[in-house]
């Protein structure tokens, strides 16, 4: 028979060692400060409803589960903090879209267990320019990483949705 104590204790080293799977590379609002050089704009809020909700859902082949995004917008940059599950676990990505492109793709925490390999730049760098086609797919093929494969997957879908959300966003605020 397990004691109370001893159930709180296997619950508590099981919490503590799946918060050490997270690997923090970079704050989400650090990002933002970076991006904007330390002056970022007011958050805006983009509504996941109607047309736009079904987008999303044939880009990430599930609903995004939230009613609105908060997101930052400037000058046509536009910078969004992202997750989308990899293996099991989210990976929270920070993407900025300059005027219709991937002008930047970051992981800033990551908590899968394997495939952690998409942080680095020789991955991230190959969505720099990227846009979005007619079919909303992007306009040029990602190479993958071995062991990576629904890591890299992740990353790209969200890149596909920071390009689609971007869109929308400077439609709004046209």
């Known amino acids: 028979m397990v004691s109370g104590r001893s159930l709180g204790y296997f619950v508590s080293l099981i919490c503590a060692s799946v918060a050490v799977m997270a690997e923090v590379y970079q704050e989400p609002g650090e990002f933002i400060k970076e991006v904007y050089s330390g002056n970022p704009p007011t958050t805006e809020k983009i509504w996941i409803t109607g047309e736009l909700k079904d987008r999303v859902r044939s880009i990430l082949g599930h609903d995004l589960n939230v009613l609105r995004l908060r997101y930052w917008l400037k000058d046509g940059r ?97």
Not at 93 to 111: A, H, M, P, S, W
Not at 126 to 149: C, H, K, N, P, Y
């Open 78 to 174: 536009s910078a969004w903090i992202l997750e989308e599950i990899g293996k099991e676990r989210p990976i929270t990505t920070g993407i900025v879209v300059n005027n219709g492109q991937i002008e930047r793709v970051k992981v800033l925490i990551f908590r899968e267990v394997r495939g952690w390999e998409v942080r680095y730049p020789f991955f991230t760098d190959q969505f720099d320019g990227a846009v979005l086609d007619s079919e909303m797919m992007l306009d040029r093929s990602i190479d993958g990483i071995s062991g990576a494969t629904m890591s890299v997957s992740a990353v790209s879908r969200l890149a596909r949705l920071a390009l689609l959300l971007h869109q929308y966003a400077v439609v709004e605020k046209g």
